[in-house]
T-cell receptor
Framework: DTGVSQNPRHKITKRGQNVTFRCDPI?????LYWYRQTLGQGPEFLTYFQNEAQLEKSRLLSDRFSAERPKGSFSTLEIQRTEQGDSAMYLC???????????????FGPGTRLTVT | GEDVEQSLFLSVREGDSSVINCTYT??????LYWYKQEPGAGLQLLTYIFSNMDMKQDQRLTVLLNKKDKHLSLRIADTQTGDSAIYFC??????????????FGRGTQLTVWP
């Protein structure tokens, strides 16, 4: 079990450019979450997948953001036409399957730090 | 589950105990979590407690839960300089489609002085 991995770890881009981040969850974890964390704040939920189905998106996720998990394994998060306000740490987490009432413990990756100049 | 409150800073001397406090809002939360974040890193799951428990101990960590007051605390015994980090309390959304979505507090910055 190698844990959740994210690539790249750091990304610097100019305003208006598109960026894509990748998350590889712990194998056999069927739930995958994306969060965003800005300085001095806790992580904020962006979106969630169960297998390949994207089940919910936060209102924080504007039309410029899109996430996919095509085969129910790795996931990508794309931001189009980046803005300076998109600068943040983007965190991915995965959790194992469980019935309602399960612990849903989430294991986080190291994050991708995005800086938009 | 959207208002998880924590104090922002805590300083202790090495070897002392640290107590980090948290209040949460959703009385129906089945589990409550503590995460640790070191500078520039992701979040590490430290421990979690089921809501029908009032205490859980795991080596140097003790979690206390007061459901009546919606108060959660994390006690770290014999605090070490390596414990310096930000500690987050989190509660899940156990209802609806977003099973397990976590709501986080702003985090408590623990500084341990030698």
């Amino acid at each position: 079990d190698t844990g959740v991995s994210q690539n790249p770890r750091h990304k610097i881009t100019k305003r208006g450019q598109n960026v894509t981040f990748r998350c590889d969850p712990i194998s056999e974890h069927n739930r995958l979450y994306w969060y965003r964390q800005t300085l001095g704040q806790g992580p904020e939920f962006l979106t969630y997948f169960q297998n390949e189905a994207q089940l919910e998106k936060s209102r924080l996720l504007s039309d410029r953001f899109s996430a996919e998990r095509p085969k129910g394994s790795f996931s990508t998060l794309e931001i189009q036409r980046t803005e300076q306000g998109d600068s943040a740490m983007y965190l991915c987490a995965s959790s194992p399957y469980g019935a309602r009432g399960s612990s849903y413990e989430q294991y986080f990756g190291p994050g991708t730090r995005l800086t938009v100049t | 589950g959207e208002d998880v409150e924590q104090s922002l800073f805590l300083s202790v001397r090495e070897g002392d105990s640290s107590v980090i406090n948290c209040t949460y809002t959703d009385s129906s939360s089945t589990y409550l979590y503590w995460y640790k974040q070191e500078p520039g890193a992701g979040l590490q799951l430290l421990t979690y407690i089921f809501s029908n428990m009032d205490m859980k101990q795991d080596q140097r960590l003790t979690v206390l839960l007061n459901k009546k007051d919606k108060h959660l605390s994390l006690r770290i015994a014999d605090t070490q300089t390596g414990d310096s980090a930000i500690y987050f309390c989190a509660e899940p959304n156990d209802r609806g489609s977003t099973l397990g979505r976590l709501y986080f507090g702003r985090g408590t910055q623990l500084t341990v002085w030698p």
